[in-house]
């Protein structure tokens, strides 16, 4: 990636060079002559030389794209939470854990085949004990395959069957060993109580596949491709980067909130 980068950094390096001689040349006609004979290997040859003098160059026009892009995104971001800020915050389809009532929600994307979404599971139950005011919705977004999707459709059905234990649903299919698919998503929902006629006839229910569909829709709106993902006040963090960065944006988004300016 950084490699492509700096490509399309060298090139447009060679078209700002050809435009400085095509600038240069039009107000000096001393000098249109000559501009004219220099071709464009010959320019490129002459910024290649430079480039290879002064490589630093290349890494400053990569950093301030990087930083060009992500304040673009980051920009972006805020106008989509604002815009579905109900569909992301308070979807009734969702599962909430922690205070329902608290003041600061953070809004997970995850899947239950998804290696960083386990270890990113002790960081929620910290921040939730940490936090008495947090408020945790676990929005099911299934990516990794039929099997993630299956074992979702389950997750999905207990969840409106039987949602004082989806946390603890959620713990011990997420926290299992082995891949999540329908057939041990039924088995820990059995193992917790729920009919399994019931729980069988709730997973036919086509409002779980229009649910998944409108996260799909979500996600992409917000650039969200991979699993774990949080939406934590006005901004998106993408990957498990761990409880202390979570807890950064918890700090900042409740600052936030109590600046009506903000």
């Known amino acids: 990636m950084k490699k492509a980068i700096l490509l399309g950094t060298t090139g447009i390096a060679v078209a700002f060079a050809m435009l400085a001689i095509g600038a240069f040349a039009q107000p000096n006609a001393a000098y249109a002559q000559n501009a004219q004979q220099l071709d464009r290997k010959e320019v490129e040859k002459i910024v290649r030389e430079y480039l290879l003098d002064n490589p630093e160059i290349l890494l400053d026009m990569q950093n301030a794209l990087e930083t060009k892009q992500k304040e673009a995104q980051r920009t972006a971001a805020i106008e989509t939470i604002k815009q579905y800020k109900d569909e992301?915050?308070?979807?009734?389809?969702?599962?909430?854990?922690?205070?329902?009532?608290?003041?600061?929600?953070?809004?997970?994307?995850?899947?239950?085949?998804?290696?960083?979404?386990?270890?990113?599971?002790?960081?929620?139950?910290?921040?939730?004990?940490?936090?008495?005011?947090?408020?945790?919705?676990?929005?099911?977004?299934?990516?990794?395959?039929?099997?993630?999707?299956?074992?979702?459709?389950?997750?999905?059905?207990?969840?409106?069957?039987?949602?004082?234990?989806?946390?603890?649903?959620?713990?011990?299919?997420?926290?299992?060993?082995?891949?999540?698919?329908?057939?041990?998503?039924?088995?820990?929902?059995?193992?917790?109580?729920?009919?399994?006629?019931?729980?069988?006839?709730?997973?036919?229910?086509?409002?779980?596949?229009?649910?998944?569909?409108?996260?799909?829709?979500?996600?992409?709106?917000?650039?969200?491709?991979?699993t774990p993902s949080y939406v934590v006040g006005n901004e998106v963090v993408f990957g498990a980067l761990g409880k202390d960065v979570l807890t950064e944006k918890i700090v900042a988004a409740r600052a936030c909130k109590e600046d009506a300016t903000c």
Do not use: W
Request: charged share 30%; proline share 5%.
């Open 88 to 226: 992301i915050f308070n979807s009734p389809s969702d599962g909430v854990v922690g205070n329902p009532n608290g003041k600061i929600t953070i809004v997970e994307f995850y899947d239950y085949n998804c290696a960083y979404c386990k270890r990113a599971r002790a960081d929620m139950h910290a921040l939730m004990q940490e936090n008495p005011d947090l408020r945790f919705v676990l929005k099911e977004f299934p990516i990794l395959g039929p099997d993630s999707q299956k074992a979702h459709v389950v997750s999905m059905a207990f969840l409106k069957l039987m949602p004082e234990k989806y946390l603890e649903y959620h713990d011990k299919l997420l926290g299992g060993e082995g891949r999540a698919g329908e057939e041990r998503a039924i088995k820990v929902a059995l193992e917790l109580g729920a009919d399994e006629a019931k729980l069988r006839e709730g997973m036919k229910d086509p409002a779980i596949i229009d649910t998944f569909n409108k996260t799909y829709d979500l996600a992409n709106k917000l650039s969200i491709s991979g």
